[in-house]
């Protein structure tokens, strides 16, 4: 009854218009006041305890990295080196949008951030070209999903803070899904300007080339830096020093030094970043961890108190005693949470319900890293359907149009998020090959 009580409360405040956050801790509320209240020092002491982790500090310190990114003119780089290696292509200019995307999310572990920061650039050149705006605001915001793929990622960090699971080994294990779901993009962006015979860019000259490769290379070193950070190097003797090789630095000191190299680009090698853009950068990115770490707060509430009534148990029992395969239980499963990215964001759903289903997927054998790379791509297509689709709003906001027109727009590019939620749920050696070699 109490579990009844807790998520019909829920789904009411949620119904009813109330922030998630608020949801979360108000059904707590209610269930805890009605059946079994628990103290508030207990309650207080377990979402300090949980919040005051040093994995969650990664998150402010990615958005930090993509604020100073964004006014530093790292992303002007970045376009302008995509733009030179695809820009000449068949759909060149959407196929620019989407690896633009991919160098973005490479440092800046958000979804939403990658959409503004690269659609800002490219929707207004895209409409100059002659591009009709539902096709390029279809590009860009289904293509801003992978900077929750590629890392690093905000997502994943959540992930593993939930479920205990190695951030360094759900980082690599983003990367070939991340190449495969970038690869499906462009292969969507020429397709779809085939069909609507948008005309060819001339070549850029090899001085043009050279120049914008040259120009993008500081950016560049922002992602390579925090993967080698991250990995480290093998074990090598260099005459008498010896490396024992290994890491250098964690996921979370490598979000820090991605902040201050971000800053230390913008401000002293581009030289486009101000000392008053700064404390712009900072309440920009303030906004956003804000409100991830409320949710966090109210959800550890939530998660506490799930636990405490038994229902990951009980779930994890009645799909033992369903006796699913792994086929079906992933075909579930991936239902499930597309039907949950109706109605919530990433945020949300990774700290509600995976504590929740994580339980029931290590009883039925569904690796821990796959089971999150499979949960991050649902959330890349939660990203792009309504109601709350972050994405639609966020490509509302940077095209004009409605809501409901930027999800039309994204509904041929789908195709592409689709196929590779199928080759991730289904291949699991996508995901994995990669933390194994990097554990032998």
């Known amino acids: 009854m109490e579990a009844f009580v807790l998520f019909a409360t829920f789904f009411a405040l949620i119904i009813i218009g109330a922030p998630i956050a608020v949801a979360l801790g108000g059904s707590v509320v209610v269930a805890s006041s009605l059946f079994s209240p628990i103290p508030l020092a207990v309650l207080g002491q377990k979402v300090y305890a949980n919040l005051s982790h040093f994995t969650l500090m990664a998150v402010p310190f990615f958005f930090f990295a993509a604020a100073f990114m964004e006014s530093g003119g790292l992303v002007k780089r970045l376009v302008g080196l995509a733009n030179a290696l695809v820009g000449h292509m068949r759909g060149g200019l959407g196929m620019t949008s989407v690896l633009a995307c991919i160098f973005f999310a490479s440092i800046s572990g958000s979804s939403p951030a990658t959409v503004a920061a690269i659609g800002n650039m490219m929707y207004p050149a895209l409409v100059k070209e002659g ?162 770490f409320w949710i966090a707060a109210n959800a550890v509430m939530f998660g506490f108190f799930i636990t405490k009534l038994g229902v990951p148990k009980a779930i994890t029992e009645a799909i033992v005693a369903m006796e699913l395969s792994r086929v079906e239980f992933l075909l579930i499963i991936n239902l499930f949470l597309i039907v949950v990215g109706f109605f919530l964001e990433g945020v949300p759903t990774i700290l509600i319900f995976i504590p929740i289903l994580f339980p029931a997927a290590q009883a039925v054998g569904i690796d821990p890293v796959h089971f999150g790379i499979i949960t991050v791509v649902n959330i890349e297509l939660g990203l792009v359907t309504p109601p709350v689709g972050l994405n639609l709003f966020v490509g509302s906001a940077v095209s004009g149009m409605p809501v409901v027109s930027v999800f039309r727009a994204t509904i041929p590019w789908m195709v592409a998020t689709i196929f590779t939620l199928l080759l991730v749920t289904y291949v699991p050696e996508l995901s994995l090959f990669l933390p194994r070699l990097m554990n032998l």
């Open 131 to 292: 591009y009709s705006p539902k096709y390029s605001i279809g590009a860009l915001a289904t293509a801003g999903s992978i900077g929750i793929l590629i890392p690093p990622s905000i997502p994943l960090v959540l992930y593993g803070f939930v479920t205990e699971t190695s951030i360094p080994d759900l980082f690599i294990a983003g990367i070939v899904p991340g190449i495969v779901y970038g690869a499906a993009m462009m292969l969507a962006a020429r397709v779809l300007a085939r069909k609507e015979k948008y005309a060819l860019r001339a070549r850029v000259s090899r001085a043009e080339r050279f120049h914008s490769v040259r120009d993008s290379v500081p950016a560049l070193t922002l992602p390579l830096f925090i993967l080698v950070g991250i990995y480290g190097f093998p074990e090598f003797d260099v005459g008498t020093l010896h490396f024992a090789g290994g890491a250098i630095f964690t996921p979370t000191e490598a979000a820090v030094m991605a902040s201050a190299l971000a800053l230390v680009i913008g401000f002293f090698l581009y030289r486009e970043l101000r000392l008053r853009d700064i404390p712009r950068a900072f309440v920009h990115a303030s906004a956003r961890v804000g409100m991830i």
